[in-house]
């Protein structure tokens, strides 16, 4: 299914642009969460077919999808909300203390403060 | 005596959080056969709370104990995944073998669940105190 | 199966402590680290005779498991990560930060980086660093200054960025080969040899060489390990042993691929220009944590400059520098801790004197800079002998020349501290001392036993004759007077010092690098 790998890599490529040209400290979070959804979607693109059933308590064999790499998104998914968790509060601080949103703003303020 | 439309809110959702809490129970239990899971129904069981302090404005929950609570779980969990899985199931007599993923999934939803609600009440507590 | 307690005991182990009340939980932490030192003796004892022993966790198979192994390097590091724990809780005994939550998060990090050691399998691997990444920007944050939450986000994004770009390099070889185990992949990678992995290749060295800091892609290091909130064991964990876990994994993905893709000449280039770029920005600094840091990273370049040699015995140099590198730049950081701490001043033009007012701290710092600056007799040199041993070629000798007379000369003015002099005797507590001087006793021994210890652990011989020390000495007097008359003399004038330490990298700038480094993987 070479289709859904090459949308998993473009939409991983328009989170690394995010990252790259935008300075809004929110919109590298979100860019970041964008990564995060390709990353799944290339590897659940992996021995994929439609007419696979669930691998757990399963009847047949032969039909069941490969549960190796559900099994890792879901580890790589609840990483990406805790490292999000933990980027929203640090942003969250950032916030209250020097009042701006933007990372250029945020370094010309610390170096003010110097 | 005029209600605000904030109670209005209010008590209208009142009608949805058994469902919520019934839908979320389901994910937990249901995991292994279908769309869910431990994580997947924690986190719905923690968003009738956060629905309900969207609703209201305000929340009676302890977060001390809480933590505390999801501590205790998560040592729980990892206790159990270690005496357990990790010896190839071999204290689990066979007949059991096929319920200790839903034990897992349990232990694992209800400690999302508390760990959720800490992450987002102390988001809504430190904005409120400022 | 040792090799798994030592992983979970600190979690589990750490998390049980953590619900008692704050008195027991001190104590039960500091039982927990003892039962480690007693596992890793156990540990080594069973990995003395040259065995390798291999462990998948619930008994699976090992293509589909989660698998350690523990063979001669791996448990070298391992009990190098348990000792620098130990003295790492002994300095920190009476600190006021050292909490309950300081000393859960610090333990769940010892298991943690001990289980980076021992993976073998690659997706334990991802799941670990990042787990690791969240636990040490929380650390740095950990006194929540002004700076430290700029610096612990900063650190924070630009590893989940790189352990991004990882696991889309993890998916391609999941789908090319159908197995993650490092050793399979070793098997098939070789049968496969001419098989197009270059992009996996591109994936997976991008983010691994931002987790060991090498060439463009190390600016978020002195921010996270010279920041002004850290405490000094969170520094000395960071530069001693958590970087290493980066170098190490960095060393084992390019042997992995070797067969496939040989890059040889550019890492030799890439560890060069990274020594470079450290030693030229660290004399630019003028703050002592920061011109640290900024070391590491040139030391880091060393390594990878060594191992990319090629020769067996520069192999066995840069495993020695990662183990000396660890004791003696914690050594510095912790006493660096301490000057900070009485003399409430972190600029290095303010602080003069040492040796007057801190005797005993200032010959330990004396004994880790001769160390690390490669003396005669210290550790330094016989990893830098065995680097050199076999050198070939005489473009790679002048680069090594090169590595070795900047490092002294950094070294030479973060040695301007120690004289002068100072009205004030400051008193250092007990628990301090012994910390520095089992680190510094530690750095003495290798470098004196070292033919011994060489021999122990790679089973090479290395002869150290009179004429080659007599050699050595004189090396060492020449590069250091070079680098007293290049102090005075020229470093006052150049400008171009003042300029580097002005400048700043902003995040989307480091982002472009990255994005520049993979693309030049992709076409070379």
């Known amino acids: 299914m070479n289709y859904i790998e090459v949308t998993a890599l473009i939409i991983f490529f328009i989170g690394v642009y995010g990252l790259v040209a935008r300075k809004n400290i929110m919109k590298s979070i979100i860019s970041l969460n964008i990564m995060q959804a390709a990353i799944v979607l290339f590897f659940m693109s992996i021995d994929f077919t439609t007419e696979t059933t669930s691998p757990i308590n399963a009847t047949d064999v032969s039909v069941a999808a490969n549960p190796l790499p559900q099994a890792l998104m879901i580890t790589v998914i609840v990483i990406g909300i805790s490292v999000t968790a933990v980027t929203l509060t640090m942003f969250i601080n950032l916030y209250h203390k020097y009042g701006t949103t933007n990372w250029s703003k945020v370094v010309m303020k610390m170096r003010d403060e110097l | ?130 | ?524």
């Open chain 3, 1 to 524: 199966m040792i090799a798994l307690y030592l992983v979970l005991l600190p979690i589990l182990g750490g998390t049980l402590s953590y619900l008692f009340n704050e008195k027991l939980a001190k104590i039960s932490y500091y039982l927990i680290q003892c039962l480690q030192i007693v596992l890793v003796i156990f540990l080594f004892d069973q990995v003395r005779n040259d065995e390798i022993i291999t462990y998948v966790v619930g008994g699976h198979t090992s293509n589909i498991g989660v698998e350690f192994i523990v063979d001669g390097i791996n448990s070298k590091f391992v009990i190098l990560t348990v000792l620098l724990f130990t003295v790492l809780l002994i300095y920190d005994f009476k600190k006021s930060y050292s909490n309950k939550l300081f000393l859960f998060l610090i333990l769940i990090l010892e298991g943690i980086i001990s289980g980076i050691f021992m993976a073998n399998d690659i997706f334990t691997l991802f799941v670990l660093i990042e787990v690791s990444t969240i636990i040490v920007s929380i650390l740095i944050m950990f006194k929540k200054d002004s700076r430290s939450i700029y610096d612990g986000m900063l650190y924070l994004l630009i590893n989940i960025v790189g352990m991004s770009f990882f696991s889309v390099g993890i998916g391609y070889l999941y789908k090319i080969f159908g197995t993650l185990n490092i050793t399979l992949l070793r098997e098939l990678i070789v049968v496969n040899s001419d098989l197009n992995l270059r992009l996996p290749f591109a994936f997976i060295i991008t983010g691994v060489g931002l987790k060991s800091a090498i060439m463009p892609l190390f600016s978020w290091l002195p921010k996270a390990h010279g920041t002004p909130s850290a405490p000094p064991t969170v520094s000395a964990l960071l530069s001693g042993i958590y970087i290493k876990c980066g170098v190490y994994l960095f060393l084992m993905f390019m042997t992995l691929f070797s067969p496939a893709i040989n890059l040889q000449l550019f890492f030799e280039l890439t560890g060069f220009l990274t020594a470079v770029i450290g030693f030229v920005f660290a004399l630019s600094q003028k703050d002592i944590k920061l011109i640290l840091a900024y070391h590491t990273v040139s030391q880091v370049g060393l390594i990878v400059f060594g191992y990319a040699l090629g020769t067996e015995y520069a192999m066995y140099g840069s495993f020695y520098h990662i183990t000396v590198h660890a004791l003696f730049k914690s050594s510095l950081f912790l006493s660096a801790g301490i000057i900070v701490d009485k003399y409430k001043t972190r600029n290095i033009t303010e602080i003069r004197g040492l040796f007057k007012s801190m005797p005993f701290v200032s010959v330990m710092i004396v004994i880790a800079i001769l160390s690390i600056t490669g003396a005669p007799f210290f550790s330094g040199s016989i990893s830098k002998i065995l680097i050199s041993k076999d050198i070939k070629t005489s473009s790679q000798s002048v680069m090594f020349l090169i590595i070795n007379i900047g490092t002294i000369l950094s070294f030479v003015k973060y040695s301007t501290m120690l004289f002068g002099t100072s009205e004030k005797r400051f008193k250092v507590d007990l628990n301090q001392l012994v910390a520095l001087t089992i680190l510094s006793v530690l750095c003495l021994l290798m470098g004196v036993l070292g033919e011994h210890i060489v021999y122990q652990f790679f089973g090479a011989k290395l002869h150290l004759t009179f004429a080659m020390y007599l050699d050595k000495t004189v090396t060492f007097v020449l590069h250091a007077v070079i680098g007293v008359l290049f102090y005075i003399f020229v470093y006052e004038r150049v400008s171009l010092f003042t300029k580097i330490r002005n400048t700043d990298v902003s995040f989307n700038n480091v982002v472009f690098f990255i994005t520049i480094f993979f693309a030049t993987l992709l076409m070379i």
């Open chain 2, 1 to 130: 005596m005029r209600r605000t439309s904030r109670e209005l809110v209010s008590e209208t959702l009142k009608l949805l959080y058994p469902v919520i809490i019934i839908f979320g129970f389901y994910l937990v239990i249901y995991g292994h056969q279908g769309p869910g899971g431990g994580f997947q129904g924690g986190v719905v069981l923690a968003s009738s709370y956060i629905i309900k302090y969207i609703a209201d404005g305000k929340t009676s929950l302890n977060l001390k104990k809480i933590n505390y609570m999801e501590k205790v779980l998560y040592f729980l969990l990892v206790l159990f995944t270690a005496l357990i899985m990790i010896n190839s199931l071999d204290l689990v007599p066979v007949d059991f073998r096929k319920y200790v993923i839903v034990v897992l999934n349990i232990l694992i939803g209800f400690k999302v669940c508390l760990a959720t609600l800490v992450i987002f009440f102390r988001f809504v507590i430190y904005e409120d105190v400022r």
